[in-house]
T-cell receptor
């Protein structure tokens, strides 16, 4: 149980275009989902917290207009990187929390984004 | 916000030896401390966690200790094996109106030499 998927697993896009990453909880409903960014050989940096039916809460320094997050259902959250630039190239990982688990997070497999 | 520091950044041990990774946190309200193992290009996997009402927790070869007063916690791996080689991250989490976020340490790359 507690499986989280992400799609796509990797994507290459041209500079200036937008790309959408999906995060799905497959066997549970997730009232809260989280988005992280991980640069090579670095830590997971929390970008935003996404609660179903409400606006995402962004961490300090994360541009909300550039990284659009939509948590439209209890099993799906999306991250859209708008007007992507090469410096946005990174590994993006989501996690999801079941409503009865106050602390636990279940991580997706990640999406490797390369902006050329 | 919470600030988590982790040491060392790299660690090499001989197979069978013990490995210790240490983390400190800044927010005294943090009350949950998970440890994750991440292999290259893969998702983090929870290996052990501890809550603030407990000082130590053990699961086979892995143990975690917590010192709330000093705001630090440590991961101990005994009888290390080559398959323990990976990057390990600590994290701290506390009460939040928006979701008990995790704040991760900078990671420790562990290499177990056969």
């Amino acid at each position: 149980g507690a499986v989280v998927s992400q799609h796509p697993s990797w994507v290459i896009c041209k500079s200036g275009t937008s790309v959408k990453i999906e995060c799905r909880s497959l066997d549970f409903q997730a009232t809260t989902m989280f988005w992280y960014r991980q640069f090579p050989k670095q830590s997971l940096m929390l970008m935003a917290t996404s609660n179903e039916g409400s606006k995402a809460t962004y961490e300090q320094g994360v541009e909300k207009d550039k990284f659009l997050i939509n948590h439209a259902s209890l099993t799906l959250s999306t991250l859209t990187v708008t007007s992507a630039h090469p410096e946005d190239s990174s590994f993006y990982i989501c996690s999801a929390r079941p409503p009865d688990r106050v602390y636990e997070q279940y991580f997706g497999p990640g999406t490797r984004l390369t902006v050329t | 916000g919470e600030n988590v520091e982790q040491h060392p950044s790299t660690l090499s041990v001989q197979e069978g030896d013990s490995a210790v990774i240490k983390c400190t946190y800044s927010d005294s309200a943090s009350n949950y401390f998970p440890w994750y193992k991440q292999e290259l290009g893969k998702r983090p996997q929870l290996i052990i966690d501890i809550r603030s009402n407990v000082g130590e927790k053990k699961d086979q070869r892995i143990a975690v200790t917590l010192n709330k007063t000093a705001k630090h916690f440590s991961l101990h791996i005994t009888e290390t094996q080559p398959e323990d080689s990976a990057v390990y991250f600590c994290a701290a989490s506390g009460p939040s109106n928006t979701g008990n976020q995790f704040y991760f340490g900078t990671g420790t790359s562990l290499t177990v030499i056969p």
